[in-house]
């Protein structure tokens, strides 16, 4: 197994890069090569999104880069030794002299591989190897020091001399990946700990599975619990338990402080209820309440899947066969058990579970098991206009608070539930908490909200959007007041899909309808479909900034936005708010505004594509200005998206996609460096507070010992503020290099506009004549002699195609990082 993933082919001594994207952008290079990875492009990103979850910097001048995508054929380790350091973030803010990459195929066939990469991390806590690798020239040698590598059982260290006033301590560690940082604290707790006189038993979650889980006898004994972790852990089994939570990275580089720190700061775990305490996958720290509602969102996803397709299908079919005016049971119900009707039934039961399941499990992220309860009814109840009263004058409400509701109940309940766990509860009762006590009190008092505060206020501003509207269509306004409220009903339909002001658009449509003015629905029709349809068409323009999940939800909104289902963007406008919401909000003001101001009629209560293909706008003319309209707005929110997303990121190898990566690292060693300092003015106050008690145990004066605390406090205090204010210079002054820099870059590239096209021109011309070749190789195989093989081959020139398709891309980026190179090097030399 070891000679699978060895290889003195894998190792490159004494290479010379400037930044690790380069390194990044080597290894790709050489794994392509090798036959390793089927895609460059995949794995750079696999190397890259790692690091954006954490830096995988080590200590000494090691780097441990590692990626886990399908695109690895086998897995394989490299060692990339530079001539210059470079700045890696690492733990201890050295420069990075060598990097061991760790690339793994995803699924089953990596799993076997885990257990001797993990151990590779660990092998750089060896100072012997690390000094070795450093200092040899030979790849052999390289070969044989990584080819040491032992597997090790996770073993308690009390076979370790111990203090008999010595503490059982017990831990879990937990990285974001369950690869290196994981193993690593696991070794350093057991090698440090014992040297402080306490017991330590260790139960690692990687990705290889639970390593010796902890037994039920040794949580009982234990006198202090460690969380080490970056990732969500199951708290349940160490209710009545001290506890105390820190990052893995902290336990690695500190396991003394960290214990010391333990104990002085270790809180009691309250209840029987899991607390599932989120960590921010990126800093470790506290999630704020986005990632709160991306934790609920990833359980709401595969029900707008399930939901938004039944849908999709049921209703086009049916309006296809039976007429736009049918419904799914066919013309008089006589079809109630048919296929397509039964396919409604699921589609608006997931539909209407969706709601519920957003607030609960953001409310879960946030409390843990306790807060799902409430947080469901609130949402459930909150997605239903009837179970609102309405306001003195108003006769009903009519408007769902849809999926802003259900945030607003996971969020309520979520902090609500947390807070009580924060009560100090009698033992006897902490049972029942979870049980009677948070379900009843709070799942009513949200419940007792929705009702009688949030829905009314939502009727009453419906009714008087209603009103407004049909006096505006009533008037002589003409194309002008078509222009400007279809535009207003287009904004209102793409904002929030589904939610409460696309209802109240939706709604004030429908009533209109019914009062045989057809425009404003004409105009809500065009727009309904734009953000899924937009949202769906950028992953196809721009997939580099998506990955596959992503795109495959893009696939599944474009359906959605032909049937008129506009949740199918819901999942974009979660992840990137700011920059969906607006590309979606401009798209289908655009439609609505162009549908308005062209007179288009709907005279169904729906929206999207099958509303024209099915007759509810008039066919004809209008027909042709409502297809006009989608188009004019799905084109303008997938090109404004689109553009936004590259304009942030930059060119490939150009002076903007530098300037936006070493903005973003000049942040990130920025809070590194605060969070140490942090950690120091937390360590000093421990270390002077046993003292202070220590001296008070011996009648001793403490005075000197404040005053020590109150110089090193005040030392610390302004290394922080030198920090921010270098962090403010550094950003400056590359604001002023990027300013000037790519300026001159700008007009560089202009004047070899000629050359890039005929590299152009000469790539493309490369890329036919292979695929000829492609293409003839085929057709001239005649040893295909059963389906089989006639299947196997034509999966191989699929996949033949997409490997010269990559290529020719991968080519034309390289040819445009060469040709931005210099400009990038001075950047760097200007920047820094």
Not at 457 to 482: C, H, R, T
């Amino acid at each position: 197994m070891k000679d699978s993933i060895f290889s003195t082919e894998y190792i490159f001594l004494d290479q010379e890069f400037s930044s690790k994207e380069r390194v990044f952008s080597f290894i790709a290079s050489q794994a392509l090569k090798l036959n390793l990875v089927s895609n460059k492009e995949a794995l750079v990103k696999g190397f890259l999104d790692r690091e954006k979850e954490g830096s995988t910097g080590f200590e000494d001048g090691f780097a441990i880069p590692h990626a886990r995508i399908m695109e690895i054929k086998k897995s394989a380790v490299f060692v990339v030794r530079l001539k210059s350091p470079i700045d890696w973030n690492s733990l201890d803010g050295k420069p990075t002299k060598i990097a061991i990459a760790l690339m793994i195929p995803e699924g089953p066939s990596g799993e076997e591989h885990l257990t001797i990469l993990s151990s590779i991390a660990m092998k750089l806590l060896n100072t012997d190897f690390k000094r070795k690798i450093l200092s040899t020239n030979s790849n052999k040698e390289v070969l044989e020091l990584l080819q040491q590598v032992e597997t090790k059982e996770n073993i308690a260290s009390n076979d370790k001399k111990t203090s008999n006033d010595g503490l059982k301590i017990v831990a879990i560690t937990a990285c974001i990946t369950g690869i290196a940082h994981t193993y690593m604290a696991e070794e350093k707790l057991l090698s440090e700990v014992p040297k402080m006189g306490h017991s330590i038993r260790i139960e690692t979650q990687g990705s290889k599975g639970v390593g010796t889980p902890l037994k039920p006898q040794e949580i009982a004994d234990a006198d202090l619990v460690i969380f080490a972790t970056d990732t969500s852990v199951d708290k349940t089994r160490f209710a009545g338990k001290k506890v105390y939570q820190t990052k893995v990275a902290k336990a690695m580089k500190d396991p003394q402080g960290t214990v010391k720190l333990a104990i002085a700061e270790a809180t009691l775990q309250k209840g029987e209820n899991p607390s599932f305490q989120t960590k921010n996958r990126v800093s470790g720290e506290k999630e704020g309440v986005m990632q709160h509602i991306m934790a609920g969102i990833s359980y709401m996803i595969p029900i707008i899947v399930l939901g938004g397709i039944c849908l999709a299908f049921s209703i086009g079919l049916a309006k296809a066969i039976w007429g736009p005016e049918a419904g799914t049971a066919g013309p008089n119900d006589q079809y109630k058990w048919g296929i397509l009707n039964v396919m409604n039934l699921v589609g608006s039961a997931a539909f209407a579970m969706m709601i519920p399941i957003l607030g609960g499990f953001i409310a879960n992220s946030i409390a843990g098991r306790a807060a799902i309860v409430p947080a469901m009814v609130g949402a459930f109840l909150g997605n239903n206009p009837d179970n609102f009263m309405p306001m003195p004058g108003m006769d009903a409400v009519a408007t769902p608070a849809g999926f802003l509701g259900a945030i607003a109940a996971g969020l309520l309940a979520g902090y609500t539930v947390k807070w009580i766990n924060t009560w100090n509860v009698p033992k006897t009762l902490q049972a029942a908490m979870p049980i009677f006590f948070i379900p009843i009190v709070v799942g009513l008092g949200i419940g007792l909200l929705f009702i009688y505060v949030i829905g009314g206020p939502i009727g009453y501003v419906m009714d008087q959007i209603s009103i407004g509207f049909k006096n505006a269509y009533n008037s002589e306004l003409g194309v002008w007041a078509g222009l400007g409220l279809g535009m207003a009903l287009g904004a209102m339909a793409g904002f929030d899909m589904g939610g409460p002001i696309n209802k109240i658009a939706f709604v004030t449509g429908s009533a209109l309808v019914t009062a045989k003015i057809y425009e404003p629905m004409g105009a809500i029709a065009a727009a309904i479909p734009v953000a899924p349809l937009g949202m769906g068409l950028t992953t196809i323009i721009v997939p580099k900034f998506f990955d596959k999940d992503t795109r495959n939800l893009g696939v599944a909104a474009i359906i959605m936005g032909c049937i008129g289902i506009s949740e199918g963007a819901i999942p974009f406008a979660i992840r990137d708010p700011k920059r969906a919401v607006v590309s979606n909000v401009l798209g289908s003001a655009v439609a609505g505004g162009i549908a308005g101001a062209l007179m288009v009629t709907n005279a169904a209560a729906h929206g999207g594509p099958i509303v024209a293909i099915l007759g509810a706008v008039p066919y004809g003319v209008e027909t042709l200005y409502f297809f006009i309209a989608i188009a004019a707005g799905v084109a303008t929110t997938a090109s404004v998206y689109s553009f936004w997303l590259l304009t942030d990121a930059g060119k490939p190898g150009s002076v903007k996609e530098t300037h936006v990566a070493y903005l973003l690292s000049l942040n990130s060693e920025k809070k590194v460096a605060l969070a140490d300092i942090n950690e120091k003015i937390k360590t000093a106050k421990v270390t002077a507070k046993f003292a202070v008690k220590d001296a008070k145990m011996k009648n001793e004066n403490a005075d000197a010992i404040l005053f020590s605390l109150s110089k090193t406090l005040k030392v610390l205090v302004d290394k922080k503020a030198m920090i921010i204010e270098k962090y403010k210079s550094d950003v400056e002054k590359a604001k002023m290099a990027y300013k000037e820099i790519s300026k001159l870059e700008s007009e560089f590239v202009k004047t070899k506009n000629e050359q890039v096209k005929k590299f152009v021109a000469q790539n493309t011309e490369d890329y036919q004549t292979k695929l000829s070749k492609i293409n003839s190789d085929f057709k001239n195989n005649k040893f295909a002699t059963n389906k089989m093989q006639v299947h196997q081959n034509k999966s191989n020139l699929l996949e033949a195609k997409q490997e010269l398709k990559e290529q020719k891309q991968s080519s034309f980026i390289q040819y445009q990082t060469n040709l931005r190179k210099q400009f990038v090097e001075k950047y760097y030399q200007s920047a820094k």
